[in-house]
T-cell receptor, first 111, second 114 residues
């Protein structure tokens, strides 16, 4: 059974304090691993897709990396506007079109 | 902006009444999805569609039905709403010719069943 576990559940950082969020996954034939950002009361906003181990993607202060068992979302020198819930999802070969989501990491960045 | 709208955005209904939620897209994407989001469970797939009149079940499809008579509209129906269906419902679309693409989400519908 495909499964995604995110850690930690919640993370508090001071502005400028870099850290990483973890997404561990079990999937039969990874088709893609996806990172989303979700602000309160809004729908998830797409950030990155990673397809194979060793791949990296960057966007502003965010960098996503992928291994065969997990993905990390690195946040460098975060700002208060980076505060949100970050969701990880996987799509396996046996679940065409279906994303399996983790429960998310809620990040709070204090000024 | 993937051009997705959901209606209504908020709804309160009574147990046992039928409810239909609408998802509308403006860019003719083939794949559309309905998810629910609940504390402690994250986002879970209810149903999805891979074309007009082509739909399939997700992991939490019991108590829900869907219809897609036009490319741009995907309807989610609760035939007889129950309190366990109180949730936030999100529609999503997938771009490209394959389902193996990132999904883009609408703004959500908050449904309360009393």
């Amino acid at each position: 059974e495909d499964q995604v576990t995110q850690s930690p559940e919640a993370l508090r950082l001071q502005e400028g304090e870099s850290s990483s969020l973890n997404c561990s996954y079990t999937v039969s034939g990874l088709r893609g691993l996806f990172w989303y950002r979700q602000d309160p009361g809004k729908g998830p906003e797409f950030l990155f897709t990673l397809y194979s181990a060793g791949e990296e993607k960057e966007k502003e202060r965010l960098k996503a990396t992928l291994t065969k068992k997990e993905s990390f979302l690195h946040i460098t020198a975060p700002k208060p506007e980076d505060s949100a819930t970050y969701l990880c999802a996987v799509q396996g070969a046996s679940n065409t079109g279906k994303l399996i989501f983790g429960q998310g990491t809620t990040l709070q960045v204090k000024p | 902006d993937a051009g997705i709208t959901q209606s209504p955005r908020h709804k309160v209904t009574e147990t046992g009444t039928p409810v239909t939620l609408r998802c509308h897209q403006t860019e003719n994407h083939r794949y559309m999805y309905w998810y629910r989001q609940d504390p402690g469970h994250g986002l879970r797939l209810i149903h999805y569609s891979y074309g007009v009149k082509d739909t399939d079940k997700g992991e939490v499809s019991d108590g829900y039905s869907v219809s897609r008579s036009k490319t741009e509209d995907f309807l989610l129906t609760l035939e007889s709403a129950t309190s366990s269906q109180t949730s936030v419902y999100f529609c999503a679309i997938s771009e490209g010719d394959s389902s193996s693409y990132e999904q883009y989400f609408g703004p959500g519908t908050r449904l309360t069943v009393t």
